[in-house]
């Protein structure tokens, strides 16, 4: 055929010559021709074109339908998206969430306190918030627990890593169909379908020497009672124990209580000083299972999980204690069903329900840790609870079946429980005493509307709305407004408004101890508002993306101190304890203001066989900006970070070499008391990743990873010791693992 | 609740059979049918479209609407005419007649067709000239030539390469590197 192709090279030439000058919307003049005439005989046969190049950029756009809740372009959606296929996730060898978005995506960057893994976007870090200004969701069902608002991005994620297709991640406020948590952006993991993981797999996966990961799944197609359907599983089990890395030594001093040398071991002698090698406390246990199954128009999907992980350098708890550990368990479910009862009219419903727990255990013989009179140490125990279920209805109207003016409607309702409480458990006596305590049951609702217009061809506009009414909160409007234009031959340029709110989460508005802390029964959504101005090009195999945003967040939670009236009042009416000469609150007090860029690009040649692809954001923060803008420096946070990578795929029978880094700027270490503000250095880290089939064994593959971080510094401080001390004159930071080898086998059968 | 008052509802085909977006499959098709050696001399002076629904599903007259719309705003082959139209398919044995009648060299099926009507076009079609295509990439198994569906968040080309060559189909080599080929 390619001889073919090629036997007349002035057509050929005249044929690329016409491609070239193609207008992008040509109007097919040919409506009104009249009845066929017979194929003119003289009809020039134009050439085959030999260049596949903008067929290969087609190829490359990306299809998704978390910013819209429907299938589109990336180019045409209202949001900025980036998606990450499993394709590039074998290729660069990544195992988590993080290592997703800090590898391959745009926009978001994430940073590991040794196992644990907190994620920011375009500048905007909240440090300490267990992911809950970002909503994760497993095809479009909320990881978000409404008791902590957490989900995890690191191991605890707790999704079989084979089972996904494609990571969509949205920039931006997401609230208006969406509702709370949506403020840094959405992350919608999608799963594969049975087409694509159809057969059997087992896999078999160590991070050397550290850690396991076993699984096993499997996928197919059905037919029943004339419906056709397919049913996708997997269930897999991490275990980790280490890397070894040493801490400290920091001396502390004695302890505030006895007056004696502090203890920090959970065995040997209370020398005051805490630190040393970390080598049993460091461990993970993470079984997980998702199941998804399609009968007709009916889908369920079912997720378990649970997630075990030590904290071995708390100063709270023993230090390398075995018996310190942080425990989630999920447990979720997902009915979908889906009809067209007209042409022009989809509805859908869903109905869903979640369990989640959370427990954190610190056992410590030091007896500042403990209540008053635990002098030989205490077990401190936090657990959370949570359960909800709901409801949501959708309807989409085309109002001319031509998909020009399209009107969605859709109303998510939820019942929720959640409870808490945390205690201290006398080491001596076993007697325990619950420090706070509560529960709350409530009702949610969310209506959103979105009505979407094409009046010309080159122009849409996409206008949202959702009102969600919560009893934790009261009520708030998330509005979004974006119009989209194809401005030129394979460029689109977005203009968006989008806000997106938080509402507290039960700790922060039920929390309270009569001992120091009064609950904020005041307490409201935080809210961030944003504008973004995005370009993108395609050129042939390459696309292009670069985009200008702003955004302002307020009413964000911080602690503080209660004023007197309140300490007063509290006092009086017996919420605080008599005597109590301080207390605190969460209150909504901080705002700032957040800006940038986002650049990248990605591309493909030799017949999408070198792939690559760079990213890059550059963000700014200023605080209290109706007042005085003024730099502002959120712990962990950088307003500089990217990634870069590139593969090549040699052929079916040979192995898939990937390189992809990733670079973060400086960021300024958490809580420290050290002046200046302790900066953790620039960050690099390179990997290097090979992937294929092993011969011999039909069905096999391996997959080796090896990374290097080129800074040991994490911005995490670490330790009792957060001010200069003797013998202590720099802030010690959590350190990073230097390297990381992963080798993998996966049988398809 | 909401389920029960939605589960007695006819479910259409609905547009989960049509995995990429129309806007993007017009555009994907009109590119790809250019690698199409045969299309050209096919076509002569005017590149005829025929898009043909389901008659007993309203879904899939309104997805092929939808398709017209767009095919109308892209260029299938440059410096030629190109009429889009659409209609109902009565049998398989009509719309091959039709097709050489009406010098059809682009036939693309909507959704609603089920496997047995599918394979009753394909049969139709084999010894005709025309590159035939389907909104649902579940219909080119059963003989469409061309389908596109989503692969790990990206348009994929699906080719019959069977039913090609028994429709007058040649597709470039080239072309052949990008798609997958279905048995």
Redesign the interface.
């Known amino acids: 055929?390619?001889q073919?192709?090629l036997s007349s090279p002035p057509l050929l030439v005249l044929?690329v010559v016409?491609?070239v000058v193609?207008?992008a919307?040509?109007?097919?003049?040919?409506?009104s021709?009249p009845?066929?005439?017979?194929?003119?005989a003289e009809?020039?046969?134009?050439?085959?074109?030999?260049?596949?190049g903008?067929?290969?950029g087609?190829?490359?756009?990306?299809?998704?339908s978390a910013a819209s809740m429907a299938?589109?372009?990336a180019s045409t959606a209202p949001a900025t998206t980036w998606?990450i296929?499993?394709?590039e996730l074998r290729r660069h060898g990544v195992t988590t969430l993080a290592e997703a978005i800090n590898f391959l995506a745009l926009g978001m960057v994430t940073e590991r306190d040794l196992d644990f893994v907190e994620l920011g976007a375009r500048g905007v870090l909240i440090n300490g918030d267990y992911g809950s200004h970002v909503l994760v969701l497993i095809d479009g069902h909320a990881v978000n627990e409404p008791w902590d608002g957490a989900a995890y991005f690191d191991r605890a994620f707790a999704l079989p890593f084979e089972l996904i297709?494609?990571i969509?991640v949205v920039l931006g406020p997401g609230s208006v169909l969406y509702g709370s948590n949506a403020m840094l952006g959405v992350i919608n993991v999608?799963t594969k379908d049975a087409r694509?993981f159809a057969g059997g797999r087992l896999v078999l996966e160590s991070e050397l020497p550290s850690s396991i990961r076993a699984g096993v799944g499997g996928g197919g197609e059905f037919g029943l009672w004339g419906q056709r359907g397919q049913v996708v599983a997997m269930a897999e089990y991490f275990g980790a124990q280490g890397p070894a890395i040493v801490l400290g030594p920091q001396d502390y001093g004695v302890d505030a209580v006895t007056g004696t040398r502090r203890c920090f071991d959970a065995e040997g002698p209370c020398d005051g000083v805490w630190g040393g090698l970390v080598d049993r406390g460091r461990f993970q246990e993470i079984p997980s299972a998702f199941a998804h199954l399609r009968w007709?128009?009916v889908e369920a999907r079912v997720r378990g999980a649970l997630a075990r992980r030590g904290v071995p350098s708390s100063t709270y708890g023993d230090f390398d204690g075995t018996g310190n550990y942080e425990l989630d368990r999920w447990l979720a479910a997902d009915?979908r069903?889906?009809?067209?009862?007209?042409?022009?009219l989809?509805?859908?419903?869903r109905?869903y329900g979640d369990l989640y727990d959370y427990v954190e255990v610190l056992p410590t013989r030091a007896a500042e840790n403990c209540l008053e009179g635990q002098l030989g140490g205490c077990v401190y125990t936090l657990s959370g609870r949570s359960a909800w279920t709901g409801?949501e209805?959708q309807g989409r109207f085309?109002w001319f079946?031509?998909?020009?003016y399209t009107t969605m409607l859709g109303f998510d309702g939820r019942l929720r429980a959640v409870s808490s409480d945390d205690s201290y458990l006398d080491a001596m006596s076993q007697e325990l005493v619950v420090t706070s305590a509560y529960e709350a049951n409530e009702a949610a609702m969310g209506v959103y509307v979105e009505q979407t217009a094409r009046p010309l061809?080159w122009l849409s506009a996409n206008l949202g709305a959702r009102l969600d009414l919560d009893q934790r909160f009261g009520a708030h409007l998330s509005p979004r407004a974006a119009v989209v234009v194809d401005a030129w031959q394979d460029a689109t340029v977005k203009a968006i408004y989008a806000e997106a709110f938080r509402a507290p989460d039960a700790f922060e508005r039920y929390y309270s101890d009569p001992t120091w802390w009064l609950a904020s029964d005041n307490l409201g959504p935080e809210v961030v508002r944003a504008v973004e101005l995005v370009l993108q090009q395609r050129l042939g195999a390459q696309r292009l993306l670069a985009g200008l945003f702003a955004s302002h967040w307020q009413g964000l939670v911080r602690e503080e101190e209660v004023t007197a009236d309140e300490l007063a009042a509290a006092v009086a009416d017996g919420r605080l304890a008599p005597g109590i000469e301080y207390a605190y609150t969460y209150r909504n007090t901080a705002s700032m203001l957040s800006y940038g860029l986002n650049l990248g690009f990605e591309g493909s040649a030799l017949?999408?066989q070198l792939r690559y692809g760079a990213t890059l954001t550059l963000a700014r923060l200023q605080a209290d900006w109706l007042d005085v803008l003024e730099p502002l420096e959120l712990p962990v946070a950088s307003g500089l970070f990217g990634n870069a990578h590139v593969s090549y795929l040699f052929g079916p029978s040979w192995p898939t070499l990937g390189a992809a880094l990733r670079f973060v700027g400086p960021r300024p270490v958490d809580a420290s008391d050290f002046e200046p503000l302790p900066v953790a250095p620039p960050q690099l880290e390179l990997r290097f990743t090979a992937h294929g089939p092993l011969p011999l064994v039909q069905g096999l593959a391996y997959r080796i990873s090896l990374s290097g971080a080129f800074s040991s510094e994490s911005p995490y401080a670490v330790g009792p010791l957060s001010a200069p001390a003797e013998g202590y004159t720099r802030q010690e930071t959590m350190p990073v693992d230097p390297l990381r080898v992963l080798a993998g086998l996966q049988y398809s059968f | 609740v909401g389920l029960g008052l939605l589960l007695p509802l006819r479910a259409a085909a609905l547009d989960d059979d049509v995995r990429v977006p129309i806007p993007l499959q017009a555009t994907l098709l009109a590119k790809v049918a250019r690698y199409d050696g045969k299309l050209a001399p096919r076509a002569g002076t005017t590149v005829r479209v025929l898009v043909v629904y389901h008659s007993d599903d309203e879904r899939s007259r309104a997805n092929a609407g939808r398709l017209k719309t767009a095919l109308d705003g892209v260029t299938v082959l440059q410096g030629r005419a190109q009429q889009i139209e659409t209609s109902a398919l009565t049998t398989a044995t009509a719309l091959a007649e039709q097709i050489d009648r009406e010098h059809i060299a682009i036939v693309v099926l909507s959704t609603g067709f089920a496997p047995p009507e599918v394979r009753a076009v394909t049969a139709a079609l084999a010894g005709h000239d025309v590159l035939s295509a389907s909104l649902d990439p579940g219909h080119v198994p059963g003989g469409a030539v061309l389908g596109f569906d989503v692969a790990e968040g990206k348009p994929t080309i699906l080719v019959n390469l069977g039913q090609a060559r028994r429709q007058n189909v040649q597709l470039a080599a080239s072309l052949l590197a990008l798609v997958k080929v279905v048995p």
């Open positions: 055929m390619r073919a192709a044929g016409l491609a193609e207008p919307r040509a109007e097919a003049a040919a409506a021709l009845a066929a005439p017979p194929p003119a009809s020039p046969p134009l050439a085959a074109p030999e260049d596949t903008e067929l290969s087609l190829l490359d756009e990306d299809i998704v299938t589109e372009t998606t296929s499993s394709d297709d494609h969509e999608v694509a007709g128009d009915l069903y889906h009809a067209a009862p007209l042409a022009q989809d509805v859908g419903a109905a409801l209805l085309d079946g031509d998909a020009a061809g017949s999408r």
